[in-house]
């Protein structure tokens, strides 16, 4: 395959991962949305269930910032990987840092639509009331107020510890308790991925400059 044709395809399946994340991201998040009221479950094995919660924070519920300055990180993030990624294809870099990359741009860009746009054509959830679909302006929120939308749930194990453990003692433990969703998964798939398969890629990016990597991508 000549380099103009290798550079075609990777453009071709960074943007086929990103369209088809979202895709399902959004498909499953809408579902649970317009099907389960807040805090309704879905036993499906003892070790995984669907359990509907909304956050206002980052990935697996956690609350540490602003929700405008979290939204707008987000969105700031998102381009500065696209951007990234578009110029790590220029230079020739291989296909697993790319779909490591293109991952964590599809969590992240599946969140940041719960944030800016749920708010605007969604009814509340309650505990009660099913959320409905509405037009435009009509929902429950403002523009980059709305919740993101959870739901996995795995409880892989839980026990209790022996009353003679010093701090532990009698405490009883869950393990996983996170509920998160499918953009969460992406980017922590992701993340995790790069970190184990992509060491040299990542220890090129650390320790060249911008300069010297397209140096060395032209000598390839």
Not at 11 to 18: G, N, Y
Not at 59 to 68: R, V, W
Not at 202 to 208: N, V
Request: net charge neutral; proline share 3%.
């Amino acid at each position: 395959m000549t380099r103009k044709g290798s550079i075609k395809s990777k453009f071709s399946a960074v943007a086929l991962i990103f369209t088809l994340g979202l895709i399902i991201d959004q498909a499953i998040k809408i579902w649970v949305k317009t099907s389960f009221t807040l805090h309704e479950s879905l036993h499906i094995t003892d070790w995984f269930q669907l359990v509907f919660i909304e956050n206002n924070g980052m990935a697996f519920g956690m609350e540490l910032f602003d929700k405008i300055f979290l939204t707008g990180f987000r969105l700031v993030a998102t381009v500065a990987v696209g951007t990234y990624i578009y110029k790590l294809i220029r230079r020739g870099v291989g296909w697993t840092y790319l779909v490591c990359l293109a991952l964590i741009m599809t969590g992240a860009a599946g969140n940041i639509i719960d944030c800016v746009l749920y708010g605007k054509i969604f009814t509340q959830s309650t505990p009660f009331t099913v959320a409905e679909l509405v037009p435009l302006g009509q929902g429950y929120g403002d523009w980059f107020y709305g919740r993101v939308v959870d739901m996995f749930y795995f409880p892989l194990a839980e026990w209790t510890w022996p009353d003679w453990m010093p701090m532990m003692g009698g405490k009883h433990t869950l393990f996983f308790s996170y509920i998160f969703n499918f953009a969460d998964s992406c980017i922590t798939c992701g993340v995790l991925a790069m970190l184990l398969f992509c060491r040299k890629e990542l220890s090129t990016e650390l320790r060249d400059t911008p300069a010297e990597q397209d140096s060395k991508a032209k000598e390839e």
